[in-house]
């Protein structure tokens, strides 16, 4: 079965830097394109990042280009999101998922396979 576990979530001042992981157990991890999402505070849960199982192709929501970085380094199972210059609109649970043979770039909630249980991200004004 696999598990996704999300960790590096806290508070940061607007401008400051995060950076999230996401590591991945219970399969073959090379199997799988591996997104991030959030939830703002009453709000719907948002595509922010998406990357292909090879990591050379890879995808994000207007709002985050040219702040956010997703990586992911398959010999550790693992996934992360450097996320730069951070707003307060910024602030929401980010959660890890995946999706089992895809190459496409369209990232959608309900096509995803397995979620993690998200880590809170508070960026301060």
């Known amino acids: 079965q696999v598990q996704l576990e999300e960790s590096g979530g806290g508070m940061v001042q607007a401008g400051g830097s995060l950076r999230l992981s996401c590591e991945f157990s219970?399969?073959?991890?090379?199997?799988?394109?591996m997104v991030w999402f959030r939830q703002a505070p009453g709000k719907e849960r948002e595509f922010v990042a998406g990357i292909h199982w090879s990591g050379y192709s890879s995808y994000y929501t207007d709002s985050v280009k040219g702040r956010f970085t997703i990586s992911r380094d398959n010999a550790k199972n693992m996934m992360y999101l450097q996320m730069n210059s951070l707003k307060p609109e910024d602030t929401a649970v980010y959660y890890c998922?995946?999706?089992?043979?895809?190459?496409?770039?369209?990232?959608?909630?309900?096509?995803?396979?397995?979620w993690g249980k998200g880590t809170l991200v508070t960026v301060s004004s």
């Open positions: 219970g399969g073959r991890f090379s199997n799988y394109a």
């Open positions: 998922a995946a999706r089992a043979y895809y190459s496409g770039g369209v990232f959608l909630e309900k096509d995803m396979n397995y």
